[in-house]
Structure formats: C-alpha cells, structure tokens
C-alpha cells in the first residue's frame, strides 16, 4: 500500500466555507465590473483582461504553494484546448448578456449550468441518468421558464428586443458552461486541478487576443482600472474557490456558490439601481432547490467495491474527497 502524499491538505470545514463564500463575492464583484464596462468595450478585450490579469494571481499563488509544476504537468494537451475554447465561449456569451439584462438576473441564469450538465453527461459521456434526475431537470427547467418570462413580456410590450437578447446570451452561456463542465470532468481523470486551472486561463487569453482584429478600444484610466480590478478579482475568486475544495468536501462547499446571487442582487442595487424582477428571483430559487437536490442525493455514499486503489492523478495528489479523483474545479465559467 502506498503512503498518503505528504502534501495533501488536512480538512478544515471552516476554512473551506470561508473561502467559497468568498469566491462567491470575488466573483459578482468581476460580474459587476464587467457590468460597468459593458457597453463600452468590445466583449473579447473583456475576456482578454478577465483571463490574462486573472492569471497573474493564480501563478503567483501555484509559484508561492509549491504546485506550480503540478500545473503544467498535463497528459491532456488536446483537452485543455477543447475545455478553454468551450468555456471562454461560455464566458463571452455570459459576458456580452451584462450588457442587456440586471447584473443578479444573468447570475440568476448561470445556475441552469448544472442541469444541462446532467444531460450532457448522458449525451456525451454515457452515464446513466436515474429517473429521479430527469424529474429534478424538469423542475429546474420550469424555473428557467419563470426566469425567461419577464424578457418575453418586456419585449412583447414594446420596451425593445434588449431583454430577450439578454436572456438568450446569458442562458447559452449556462448551457456553454454545461459542455465545459462535461470536459472538466473528462480531464479530472489525469489531470490536476491546478493544471485545469493554468491552462484554462492561458487558453481563454490566447482565444480574447485573437478578438484584436474585430476591433479593441484603448481604455481611459477609469475603464483600465475596472478592466483589472475585474481581472483580479476573477484570479482571486479562482483561487478562493480552488482552495475551498483543498480544506472542505465538494458536498459542503458546492451548495455556497449561489451565494453568488445574493452578492450580485445586493450590488446590482447600489451600483446600479436595478431590482430583479419578481418572477426571475422566484424562477431562480426554483432552479437553486432543483441544484441543491441534485447535490444532496449525488453525494450520498453509496457502496461500492473497490479492487485496488486507483493511481493519484499526474502531478499531484489523490483528493481528500475522493482518493484517486482529482478535485473538482469550478470557475465563472465552469
């Protein structure tokens, strides 16, 4: 029998809701500030700055921990790609949709992300899907409808298409970050979380300057400012939430990240004077209880046999939540 890694971190529970919480609020404070620049610079520049200034913390953290080589190790080259290129796309899309719809209202719309990723998780990887998460499905798509329906009727009444265009982003960027979620968990077989991480933010750099050509602005000084307090404030948010899931289980951390909502409604009013509608709010505690279902049976302990211990991924250690699994990794875009 091998030795535990030397490295692995003890759980401290408190710590890790401490951190997640604040993951929570790093990441409405990234989705206000995108808020604010919206309609003033081109959404790729805003993936460009979100991803490359983010990624400045994330190494100086991998560099100051010691796991800095545990991030570029990958037997996945390919798949690091296809993640980043699937989830940049995810984040431009539910970038573009600030420029339209409330602040709480297109976070309200990233928690359809789960439930996509249950179907796509049969789809494209196979997995039996029991009947009771296809019942949970159709009661979190009820909930999107209820969060659809005031962009219906806004538009119905003539007030302009920007509504149901904003809904229409936000909700393929939650089913964008449903594929990403897809890949994250074909790479967690081999690679770190450490590695997911790195490579996602280098990926989703490299695909945002590929947008100079269609035309990027020069930011004044309160525009660059934003630009970078939005991009540290996503690589902080990415490392509070990478190190919640090192102290705590996944089963207590996960269902802190709709706190998210609560931070982006609360900012939303005081930066911009906006009240989500009723209908939304109700539509997305809907959705929220059809997660939390979801995150409570799935984490059940079920029985099982094991042959023998399963290898620890490349680069790193075997979890605490799961010997043998990598951690799983969550981001603003999955």
Known sequence: MEPPCSDLPQMNVPAGIGLQIAATFFFAVMSALVRMVADEVPSGEIVFAR????LLPVVVWLAWSG??????VTRQPFGHVVRGLVGVSAMWLSFAALAFIPLAEAVAFSYATPLVAVVLAAVLLGE??????WLVLAIGMGGI?????PSFSHASVGSGPGPLIGAGLALAGAVGAGFAITQVRHLTRTETSEAIVFYFSLVASVA????????????????????AGMGLAGGIGQICVT?????????????LNYATLIWATVLG????????????????????????VLIWRERRPA?????SRPEPPVGGCASADDPGEAPPVQDDAA
């Open 208 to 227: 945002g300057l590929a947008t100079l050509p269609l035309g990027w602005v020069m930011p004044d000084g309160r525009v660059a400012l934003i630009l």
């Open 128 to 133: 039996r899907v029991p009947a009771y998460r």
């Open 51 to 54: 991803s490359f200034i983010g």
């Open 269 to 292: 009013i005081i930066l911009f004077g906006e009240w989500p509608a009723p209908l939304v709010i109700a539509g997305a505690m809907v959705v929220i209880v059809a997660g939390l």
């Open 145 to 149: 409808v209820l969060m659809l329906w």
């Open 303 to 307: 029985p099982r046999i094991v042959a």
């Open 243 to 255: 190190s919640a899931i090192r102290h705590a289980p996944a089963s207590v951390v996960a269902p």
């Open 67 to 72: 796991r800095m080589t545990g991030a570029l």
